[in-house]
């Protein structure tokens, strides 16, 4: 977990951790202190109506006198933002089809590939469909990763029908009795009924080839792109239910607050945090670990 810590969350580190150190620290806190906080999570692309939320469940607090040093401010810090983070799950256990949604560049075909590595490193086979066919380098993107996860591919023909590729492999998965199917899509941001026409249509697909499986869908957002994501994150929403988010990037990006108010607003619990380039750069999401590397306390245990 440290070197996750170390080599992955560094930058969120540097801009986040650092600043809330010297409050932390404080023998007494202040309005200031609360301020910084507010300031702080900001920066970090929390999102004004979150850190609303949070920093008035912190006012509270202080003015009831149930707060008054550095360390109490962190716990209840800890716990307004494991809170933010903490909602009801669909739960994916059962679940053996995934729909991966998201913009272009959000990095679905990179998720599939981690993911299929995943469920094969606990003995699953797994099928990766090749639905992406607005993008000509696509399919050979993901077929790249097939190769190196050691899953199967399902490829269609160049500008086929995404729905008729997953058809296609629907079949492939029953006939071959796979464990897992994971369907990559193409990403333009089209209009919302265009989204969900091409979404819908691949889903009915899958429900009339496959009944009674549950189809998970988890749609991939850029850390990077802060407010953007959000927004992205909501059109798709709106035009599919997604059942949960794949934060991407987190490597590269300072911040890491966007999550907060994805999961606030949108109602969307996170599922997957992705952190590279690499076929294990990937992590099952954890509240209350995500917080703590956020805040700086799993430091102070090192
Ligand atoms: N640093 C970093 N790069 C990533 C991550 N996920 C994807 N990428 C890169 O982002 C780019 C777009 O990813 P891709 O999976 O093709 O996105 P897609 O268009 O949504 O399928 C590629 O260059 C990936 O290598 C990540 O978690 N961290
Ligand atoms: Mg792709």
Known sequence: MFDFIKKNLQKIYSSITTNLLTIFTAKKISQESLEEIERILITADTGITTTKKIITALNEQFAQGLITQGSQLQ?????QLIQTLTITQTPQE?????LLLGINGSGKTTFAGKLAHSFIAQGKTCLLAAADTFRAAAPAQLQSWAHQSKAEIFMGTANQDPAAIAFGACQQYQKNHTDILIIDTAGRL???????????KIKKVIEKQLPGKKIHTLLTVDAMLGQNSFDQAKVFHEAVKVDGIVLTKIDGTGKGGIIFSITQQLGIPVEYISFGEGMSDLKKFDAQEYVTNLTGSSQTTL
Do not use: D, P, W, Y
């Open 94 to 98: 059962s679940s053996t089809i995934f």
């Open 190 to 200: 089209q209009t919302k009924e265009n989204l969900m026409k091409e979404i819908t």
């Open 75 to 79: 716990t209840a810090l800890e716990q």
